[in-house]
């Protein structure tokens, strides 16, 4: 067997990873980069058959998660190009499509299942559900020509899911050839001079936020990140406030439809209908999406009534909505994505919050492991080579863990 990467050996996603066994190969992610402005065929590897199914030595994609940057090229490869995810990762981006822009869904979709290995071809694959925050995110180990390759996506310790991590580390799979090892935080200092905050101790501090706010909560989140919509809700609930969600995370949870996670349907949850969906409601006829969750319904009148009650999510195009509430006396926003969006050139927010005096409060965790959990990962499953993925700084794996070796993109490392 042998590997090569197509994209991330030096730059924080885009991922692709191919690898070959007795001339047939499969591809592990097929990633958007992150600066890229739109999904275009030109980003794709050149690898034969992806778009026109002409090769039938291609015998798949086997994504880790689906966060843009892993599996954002997927729509446009060819229907006789399975791509494999978790259910409920299949679950959150077709209830997704009408919501968020993004590649269109990959017409052939396979679903596995943790921890249970299937074949493809000369490749046994199996699938370890992981913690990180996309939801139903794994690392995947690959067999093929007695070698073995641990791919681990993206992952983190300090999440709802840790003990997943845990579990891996003190039961790890043997004798891997190579580790292909995300590096994400290597190159964020300030990430790595610490133990990362855990959800539960962010569950904390929002909730402090949440108390001294006299008036309304808004809570800035991406609803794909449900243990970051779950650590809020439990939050808002300690705090004696109602969550109010937008129709598209109503909608992840219905598709999801775990018993752990509540329901647009629970007395402690309402749903509002911001300006743009209900537009793209209106234009598309799709008025059954709303239907479900009449009885659930808020409006901005009962918003405004009693701002103190409530918690609401937030996004930046929600700004005219908010605007025409007479609520934003006491306001507080709650930041909880990757702070370094709030200083990009095209974000409003820190200028709409202090020209209407609401109070912006960042409070988030990172979804990737920090250098102390990469090092535990390293030490547990011993491999013989260590390849840095997933990050700007791949040279400072080498000061971290001794085995590590690195791959420039495209070229290729038999086993």
Not at 19 to 24: P, R, T
């Amino acid at each position: 067997m042998r590997l090569r990467i197509h994209r991330g050996s030096h730059e924080i996603g885009g991922n692709c990873v191919e690898l070959e066994a007795q001339g047939q190969s499969i591809l592990l992610d097929l990633g958007l980069p992150l600066d890229a402005t739109d999904v275009d065929a030109s980003l794709l590897p050149q690898v034969p058959g992806l778009t026109d199914g002409s090769n039938p030595n291609l015998l798949g994609i086997v994504l880790s998660h689906i966060h843009g940057d892993h599996n954002g090229l997927t729509g446009l490869v060819h229907d006789r190009v399975p791509v494999f995810m978790g259910s409920q990762a299949r679950s959150i981006l077709l209830a997704s499509q009408f919501f968020v822009r993004q590649s269109p869904v990959p017409p052939s979709i396979q679903t596995y299942i943790n921890q249970t290995p299937f074949n493809l071809g000369p490749f046994r694959i199996t699938p370890f559900l992981m913690d990180h925050s996309a939801f139903d995110a794994y690392s995947l180990l690959v067999e093929a020509d007695d070698k073995r390759v641990f791919y681990s996506g993206d992952l983190r310790a300090h999440g709802r899911k840790a003990s997943l991590v845990e579990n891996l580390l003190a039961h790890p799979p043997l004798a891997i050839d190579c580790l292909l090892l995300e590096g994400t935080t290597l190159s964020r200092t300030t990430e790595g001079q610490h133990s990362p905050e855990t959800e539960r101790q962010l569950e904390d501090r929002i909730l402090g936020c949440i108390k001294q706010t006299s008036g309304l909560v808004l809570a800035a989140f991406s609803p794909q990140n449900v243990d970051r919509f779950v650590t809020i809700f439990k939050a808002t609930k300690r705090a004696g406030r109602t969550f109010i969600a937008d129709l598209y995370l109503a909608r992840l949870l219905d598709a999801l439809d775990l018993q752990s996670l509540p329901s647009a349907r629970d007395d402690a949850f309402r749903v509002y209908l911001p300006r743009l969906q209900k537009q793209r409601i209106v234009r598309q006829q799709a008025f059954d999406l709303s239907a479900d969750y009449r009885s659930s319904r808020i409006f901005p009148k009962e918003i405004a009534a009693h701002p103190d009650q409530w918690v609401m999510l937030f996004r930046e195009s929600m700004m005219t909505d908010i605007a025409r509430m007479p609520v934003l006396h006491g306001t507080t926003l709650i930041y909880s994505l990757w702070p370094g969006y709030l200083d990009r050139p095209s974000n409003q927010l820190r200028a709409w919050c202090e020209d209407n005096h609401i109070g912006l409060e960042t409070c988030h965790t990172s979804g990737h492991a920090d250098p102390k959990t990469l090092i535990r990962i390293a030490q547990a499953l011993k491999p013989s080579t260590v390849v840095p993925i997933h990050t700007e700084v791949a040279d400072l794996m080498l000061t971290l863990i001794p085995a590590t070796r690195l791959l420039p993109d495209g070229v290729w490392m038999s086993l």
